[in-house]
């Protein structure tokens, strides 16, 4: 089956994913004393996924040569659409950065898992009434947030990670065994 074409991309994601671009390039980011050595800025990004709800992995390169690559942001959106209703939705670009950042410090192969990517206003809805933790304008209806965790990471340093990029809300939930990172305003909270 082959999903649906992409919608495309508003100018102000362009925009944000652009200055998202410039600071991983030039080293604006900020970085743990302990992270990799300072590198020149790669000519491509890719990200590894697996859905955990679905089953369905991805490696893809969605950024080369100084340009996203609608393709590959096509395919990201299909994987990381909710998955309880099918619907899809394009994944803020800023997001697909930090999620590249966050990988590249890590220096790993593995895929992030990812247990919740974008969400439907039903779906958000639905889990609000189950459940207080979750958000009544949740980031994740915009495509703006992802629930992950990364095998072989120990969460609590997943956690720290993306503490120290400053790149927008860090939510960490032991319990359920994830981390929730999105690029809205810089903040932290600790769930179940």
Partial sequence: ????????????????????ALALGSGLLPRRADALPQRQAPAVRSLAFQNLHTGETLRAVYWEQGRYLPQALHEVDHLLRDFRTGEVHPIDLGLLD??????????????????SGYRSAAT??????????????????????????????????LRDLALSLRAGGVGFYPRSDFVHVDVGAVRRWNGV
Avoid: C, K, W
């Fill in 98 to 115: 930090l999620l590249y950042a966050m990988r590249r410090q890590v220096g790993t192969s593995q895929p992030i898992q990812l247990i």
């Fill in 124 to 157: 958000n809805a639905a889990l609000r009434a189950r459940s207080h933790g979750v958000a009544r304008a949740s980031l994740h209806m915009r495509g703006m947030a992802a629930d992950i965790r990364i095998p072989g990471l120990e969460l609590s340093r």
């Fill in 1 to 20: 089956m082959t999903p649906p074409q992409p919608p495309d991309r508003t100018r102000r994601q362009l925009l944000a994913a652009g200055s998202a």
